[in-house]
């Protein structure tokens, strides 16, 4: 059986992806292997594709520095590798959880990710930067007690040059959040209701997109018009969304299989919009047969960076074809 694999990261027209053990640099263009290199891992949990997703392991989020370094959040560890050495240059554990979901990069270099963890008690939640590559980090703005459960994730906005900050999970704790001054204040835009309970937020000149992230109640996707500050909903989909991306200017984001007595559809479905108007069920996956809360939620994850390829590559995880790479000309989908 071939390793398990999935897609990290796309910038300039290559691909970074995990197999295995191993980091791959490829061409985005035609899937040519580039290079590759030893990823800082010890025993071979991360051969065996039911142990990944047990254990929770594999590269979380990935952010390509330079040529040469690299950052990536993996199983409550934050690395800075030197692919040249082959060193491990950082490492990072110091917050709460084991797997924020996004590790974002801003235009200036700073990285930035926020905690994600069970958090009952709703105890504070930190956001974390580090403005030295990685060497470094520390909290730059911390959600007080009771204001929310766990940060979704942090995205860097490069129409506006703000960041942004998605939160849940009850009503109150719901919001899509904005900063300009690098987290000295921050201010909710909307929040205050499950369809604000998003995950990952797409950004274009004169809109923010982002799907529902609920359980308890029909799942949509929607925008935030920039100037006027409403949200329309653009689109039922079958289940909860936590992941998007941009080929081009053409959107995608992807619905989950979890738990729920509302969403019950057993299949994970590939949602695109050239537009941003209109919306199309592109191709789906099977949840496979292997209990969710152990072995995870049927997904469609996508690479981050910035994809002007045409190719839309994606990795199909705890469904059919799990944790293999898919590559599809975007323009033929629709």
């Excluded at 690098?182 to 950004?203: C, H, I, K, N, P």
């Amino acid at each position: 059986m071939a390793p398990p694999t999935r897609a990290l990261s796309i910038s300039d027209g290559s691909l970074y992806i995990q197999k295995g053990m191993k980091l791959i640099l490829i061409d985005a263009l035609d899937g040519k292997t580039i290079t590759s290199w030893r990823l800082p891992y010890t025993g071979l949990q991360h051969l065996n594709r039911w142990s990944i997703r047990l254990n929770r392991l594999g590269v979380q989020s990935f952010v390509p520095l330079t040529k040469d370094k690299v950052v990536l959040l993996e199983n409550h560890k934050i690395y800075k590798l030197d692919l040249a050495t082959g060193e491990v240059n950082a490492v990072f554990e110091d917050f709460q959880g084991t797997r924020p979901l996004f590790l974002s990069q801003s235009d200036n270099g700073n990285l930035y990710f926020g905690e994600y963890f069970n958090n009952p008690s709703r105890g504070p939640v930190n956001i974390f930067a580090s403005e030295d590559e990685g060497l470094t980090f520390k909290s730059v703005y911390t959600f007080p007690k009771d204001s929310i459960r766990h940060v979704h994730g942090v995205f860097f906005d490069r129409y506006s040059g703000d960041l942004w900050v998605t939160t849940g999970d009850d009503n109150s704790e719901s919001h899509i959040w904005r900063t300009a001054d690098e987290f000295r204040t921050v201010e909710s835009v909307v929040g205050g209701e499950q369809q604000y309970r998003a995950v990952q937020l797409l950004f274009t000149k004169e809109h923010i997109y982002f799907g529902s992230d609920t359980p308890l109640e029909q799942n949509n996707i929607s925008r935030l018009n920039r100037k006027t500050g409403q949200v329309e909903k653009l689109q039922q989909v079958q289940g909860t969304v936590f992941y998007g991306c941009k080929v081009g200017e053409t959107l995608f984001f992807s619905t989950v299989v979890e738990p729920g007595s509302i969403n019950k559809d057993k299949r994970v479905y590939l949602w695109g919009s050239r537009d941003g108007e209109e919306w199309h069920s592109i191709l789906s996956y099977q949840k496979d047969m292997l209990p969710l809360k152990l072995f995870q939620y049927g997904q469609i994850r996508f690479p981050s960076g910035i994809n002007k390829t045409g190719n839309l590559w994606f990795t199909p995880f705890s469904t059919s074809e799990d944790q293999t790479i898919k590559c599809i000309q975007a323009e033929s989908l629709f």
